[in-house]
């Protein structure tokens, strides 16, 4: 498995601010994801960011809104900004491991990051 | 856009009751995997599956992945208060792909 870790775990920002998320994954990995997960939802891909290059984002999601930076192979950020109550919602990194055993192949999430925006 | 229908969406029942989740498509997924996750967590990954037909077995749980890998179930034997969870499904599209489709979660609750 990996291990990863999101900071801030939670926030209560205020409307038209910005917050970034940092996500720290224990080994080097090629690809990270970001997803939000609204309260009573499911898990929506943001965008996936590879090192060394520009994040690719899913349908109905902007580089303006959810700037990425990917600076090395085991960490990445995502940056809400200026935001509004829709986006208050838990924001997951995850990372894909293919592990020989091939029950385990799959991605793995960190913890979360549960954003209020008021 | 593919979609992953879940079902049933809510469950509640009862300590060494059995129980079945549905994850359905009207796609054809490459792989599929099942999550669970607990509140103020993130997902859990416990199975992947990749071959049509295939069955895998985790302790009291079975996953199967139809034969035209567009459906997939998850049936938990005896369940016991700790299997109290949202299970979500997600199909990964093509070979090689990550972008993961996540169904809408069954979230499960056993009563001791």
């Known amino acids: 498995s990996a291990v990863i870790s999101q900071k801030p775990s939670r926030d209560i920002c205020q409307r038209g601010t910005s917050l970034t998320i940092q996500c720290q994954v224990d080994?080097?990995?090629?690809?990270m994801f970001w997803y939000r997960q609204q309260p009573g939802q499911s898990l929506t891909l943001i965008a996936t960011?590879?090192?060394?290059?520009?994040?690719?984002?899913e349908s109905g999601f902007v580089i303006d809104k959810f700037p990425i930076s990917r600076p090395n192979l085991t960490f990445s950020t995502l940056t809400v900004s200026n935001m509004s109550p829709e986006d208050s919602s838990i924001y997951l990194c995850s990372v894909e491991r293919s592990i020989t055993s091939g029950i385990l192949r799959g991605q793995y999430f960190g913890p979360g990051t549960r954003l209020t925006v008021t | 856009t593919q979609l992953l229908e879940q079902s049933p969406q809510f469950l509640s029942i009862q300590e060494g009751e059995n129980l079945t989740v549905y994850c359905n498509s009207s796609?054809?997924?490459?792989?599929l995997q099942w999550y669970r996750q607990e509140p103020g967590e993130g997902p859990v990954l416990l199975v992947t599956?990749?071959?049509?037909?295939e069955v895998k077995k985790l302790k009291r749980l079975t996953f199967q992945f139809g034969d035209a890998r567009k459906d997939s179930s998850l049936h938990i034997t005896a369940a016991q208060p700790g299997d109290t969870g949202l299970y979500l499904c997600?199909?990964?599209?093509?070979?090689?792909?990550?972008?993961?489709?996540f169904g809408k979660g069954t979230k499960l609750s056993v009563i001791p």
């Open positions: 796609s054809v997924f490459s792989s």
């Open positions: 599956v990749v071959t049509g037909g």
């Open positions: 960011a590879n090192q060394g290059s520009e994040a690719t984002y």
């Open positions: 080994s080097q990995v090629t690809m």
């Open positions: 997600a199909g990964a599209p093509g070979a090689g792909s990550y972008q993961l489709t």
